[in-house]
Structure formats: C-alpha cells, structure tokens
C-alpha cells in the first residue's frame, strides 16, 4: 500500500494525529513516525511527558503491523525511559523481530532529533484475522 493510502486510513487514529504524531516512511512490518514537540508535550518538571514516547511508539507499532490490513493489536508493551530528550522532535522505529501466526513481537526504538535513544519499547500483538 502506498505511504498516502496509508496515511489516511491512520489519520483516523486521532489521539496519536491530533498530538502530532506523522508517517514518515513505511515498508514491510516496518514503519518510521515522528513527533515535533511543543510545550503540550512536556510535563511539570519540563521534560517530555513518557505518555509522548508512548504514544508514538504505539502510533508506529500500529502502522507496521497493520500497514496491509487492520488485523493487528497490541496486547502487551514495555517502555524503558533510556535517556531525557533534549532535542525538538522525536522519532520512533518499529521493527518486527517475529510474526507469527497469532502473535507478533516489535523492536521500537525512540530517538530524538540529536540521535540519543530516549525509549526503547517492546510490543507484543495479536492477530484478530
């Protein structure tokens, strides 16, 4: 499916659109999305809120593996908080490590736009189909 297709089918996921989440590049149980950040993502201490590294990662995860079709959701996930992030924008990287024929398992990476590792997240999904 085409990056377009694919970018409108998910600019109906509104909580990850509306907070700024975007498709950068998609490919085979890949996807790469990005976030500028702005003050509604930093939270008391003026950091970005982990709920944002979250987000995007999920955001991602949902793009790889359900760029064919909507079939996959996630059933559990793990985020490590590696590092702050001291740049602008953010970017997360899902990979699929494993599909299986009822579960997958996805490598997301978040980095920010100095190249520092922020998050890693690990999601494993379900195929409903």
Do not use: W
């Not at 996807?31 to 950040?37: G, I, N, R, T, V």
């Not at 899902?94 to 490598?107: E, I, L, V």
């Amino acid at each position: 499916m085409e990056i377009e297709n694919v970018r409108e089918i998910f600019s109906g996921d509104r909580f990850a659109t509306e907070n700024g989440a975007v498709i950068d590049e998609i490919g085979e149980k890949y996807a790469k999305c990005s976030m500028q950040l702005t003050d509604r993502h930093r939270n008391a201490m003026g950091g970005v809120m982990g709920g944002v590294y979250f987000t995007l990662a999920d955001f991602a995860f949902a793009v790889a593996a359900n760029r064919d079709s909507m079939s996959v959701v996630s059933i559990s996930t793990n985020i490590a908080f590696l590092s702050p992030c001291k740049g602008t924008r953010i970017t997360a990287e899902a990979r699929c490590k494993k599909d299986g024929r009822t579960t997958c398992y996805y490598n997301v990476d978040v980095v920010d736009d100095r190249g520092v590792t922020v998050a890693a997240v690990t999601i494993t999904g379900c195929h409903l189909k």
